[in-house]
């Protein structure tokens, strides 16, 4: 059971990244997909999840409007699409797999917004 993110690194305020996260070792499309992020010396923060097909997806008022979240089952991926960056979305990304009681964390990647 893995989950490995990709994507992030170094980008100015108001650009563009995209993160991957790619599922093997478990069925992918029977989990609810979630994106968190992390900044040390605060709790995990909930950005962004995505039902199993990927036909409901819910985000945080933080990134809504700004941020996307979409799967696709056929390749065993997440992806989140963020656009407007700001300085406060610096922080470790990580993607999460759950199904009721079951979940899977991915290690995270990090993204610093910078100019």
């Known amino acids: 059971v893995q989950l490995v993110e990709s994507g992030g690194g170094l980008v100015q305020p108001g650009g563009s990244l995209r993160l991957s996260c790619a599922a093997s070792g478990f069925t992918f499309s029977n989990y609810v997909m979630k994106w968190y992020r992390q900044v040390p010396g605060k709790e995990r923060e909930l950005v962004a999840s995505i039902s199993s097909t990927g036909g409901d997806t819910q985000y945080a008022d933080s990134v809504n409007g700004r941020f996307t979240i979409s799967r696709d089952n056929a390749k065993n991926t997440l992806y989140l699409q963020m656009n407007s960056l700001k300085p406060e979305d610096t922080a470790v990304y990580y993607c999460?797999?759950?199904?009721?009681?079951?979940?899977?964390w991915g290690q995270g990647t990090q993204v610093t917004v910078s100019s």
């Open positions: 999460y797999a759950v199904r009721g009681l079951l979940g899977k």
